[in-house]
């Protein structure tokens, strides 16, 4: 774990620092005078070589949890990303909620009915979640709701602080762009779950005692499909972070998309190493917990 | 003469037909009906996409200043942008990035994700080491990983496709990974080791043989999924710039709009819908066909 994310720490630096163009330029302008340059250069540290600011950058993130400062923004990365990732975060989780609580009733029906229209109809929206691009459906949201209907506010972000209805406006398309875009894979993969399980010789048994279709569907069919099924839906956090971060755009809201465009467009990065990195870092943790949860819930997988 | 040749029509009659596998994947694809549209469809799109300048009825970047945001109309199908750019034009010729750009990536990162997954499942020693790499990689986000790619290499077509490549790599490399650990304890494996067989040759003829079939239906569903993520780049102006229409960046320049010309972006998006769908409806065919168990 720590030598990888090392080795990440260096490969996503080396690479960072191959991005053409210059940030000092950037931040002065072309018509700057030479001295200048070489002032900021110097003031940036961008005059040491290569091996000396990464070591001088590691030492910062590895004793201060410093991941230096950004060029454009002038501020601590760190800070950058502690004001803007949880956002993301929030609708990200939020959106995976929603597709959860759409898709798995879904998914069991759709095994329950295998192969008659409530199937058919799950398996079309299934197919179309994972053709539809979030981002247009999160365009068409806002041309419905809020220029047409004018319920909702067409983008923007709320502080819970300042208005809670408010708050909770702004997240309404965003978090049902998200969760309906997912919710036809986890839909899709309850089913294909379910039916693997209820082909197992207990739900025979529980059939052959005379058990209710609706009890072996729940009790023993449901509780085996859901250990891989949430692991499943753990494992595809990540893809759907990166879905959010297009649909943050649409609706202006001031997650970790735009801190990403601006170092991108900036040159900035020390901005962007940093964003990358702990974006990375962060789920390298998240896939390691669901690894060791999966482990603990299912008694059959043992890592030695 | 005439016994021996009714006893001869007899016993043809009776010889199972013999049809090899590929005849019967293709004789099972052909009779489902879904994929047959789907790849009727894809096939239009190619088509308009190859041929797209004698298709599209007016230049793509041609303006039009007297007809600004007008409706759709039989002069433009699908109605005008901002600079009077006939969108169905634009939309035509944003199809050969889309395409050009989701069939490089998932040739390359098949090529590249199955050399991988075959020196790693091949080469006991590297496995670890690739595998971890992999890893990494996948437990990026793929749209923030692209995003700092296309950084790093500049915005622009070719960049896309080698940023999504790199992207995609990883999950080609784990499902052909897989394959192989499959395939390589089969008996003609070993039968050809046994003969004194070297590595590149079993590798090349009598594995790689037989793990295309989920190497083509993982590389479809890559196909679309680089159409969407080259859009999605495009939407956020990292991948093919202006004014190069792509559907992306048409449906970026609809935004601004969207109030007053709503048929922008409801034109590009449908479009996007449509090809990632007509793929993703081939490739679940295929990997229904391909493989039962799944």
Sequence with gaps: MVMVTLVLSFIIYGLMDLIPGDPVTVSLGTRATKELVEARREAWGLDEPFLVRYATWLKGVITRADFGKSFYLQEPVTQIIASKLPITLLLASLGLLLSVVIGIPMGVLAAAYKGCWIDKGAMVFATLGVSIPGFWMALNFIFLFAITLRWLPSGGYVLPTVSVVGWLKSLVMP????????????????????????????????????????????????????????????????????????????????????????????????????????IGIIFILINFVTDILYATLNPKIRYT | MSLLRSWRVKEAAQRPVLVSYRG??????????????????????LVVAIFAQWIAPYEPNKMDVMNIMSRPSWVHWFGTDDFGRDVFSRVIYGSRVSLRVGLSVSVLSGV??????LISAYYQWLDNLLMRIMDTMLSFPAVILAIALMAVFGPSELNAIFALSI???????????????????????????????????ILTCHILPNIMAALIVQQTLIFALAILVEAALSFLGVGTPPPTPSWG?????????????PWTSLASGSVIVIVVLAINLVGDSLRDVLDPKL
């Excluded at chain 1, 005692?209 to 956090?237: C, D, S």
């Excluded at chain 1, 297009?246 to 990403?260: C, H, K, M, Q």
Aim: proline share 2%; glycine share 8%.
């Design chain 2, 24 to 45: 019967k994947v293709l004789r099972k694809l052909v009779r489902n009906k879904t994929a047959m549209a789907g790849l009727a469809l894809m096939l239009l799109f």
């Design chain 1, 175 to 278: 978090v049902l762009a998200i969760g309906l875009i997912n919710a036809g894979a986890t839909a899709r993969m309850m089913r294909s779950t379910l039916l693997e399980v209820l082909n197992e010789m207990y739900i025979a048994v529980a059939r052959a005692k005379g058990m209710k279709e609706r009890q072996v569907l729940i009790k023993h069919g449901m509780r085996n499909a859901m250990l891989p099924v949430i692991t499943i839906i753990g494992l595809t956090y990540a893809s759907l972070v990166g879905g959010t971060v297009v649909i943050e755009t649409v609706f202006t809201i001031p997650g970790i998309s735009r801190t990403l465009l601006i170092a991108v467009n900036k040159r900035d990065n020390i901005l962007l190493t940093g964003c990358v990195l702990l």
């Design chain 2, 249 to 261: 960046n048409i449906l970026n320049e609809s935004r601004d709009f969207l109030r007053i010309a």
């Design chain 2, 167 to 201: 992207v995609y790599l990883p999950r080609t490399a784990r499902v052909c990974r897989s394959q192989v650990l499959m395939v390589k304890e089969e008996n003609y494996v070993e039968a050809a080791r046994a003969t004194g067989v070297g590595d590149m040759r």
């Design chain 2, 112 to 117: 590249l994700g199955a050399l991988v997954g």
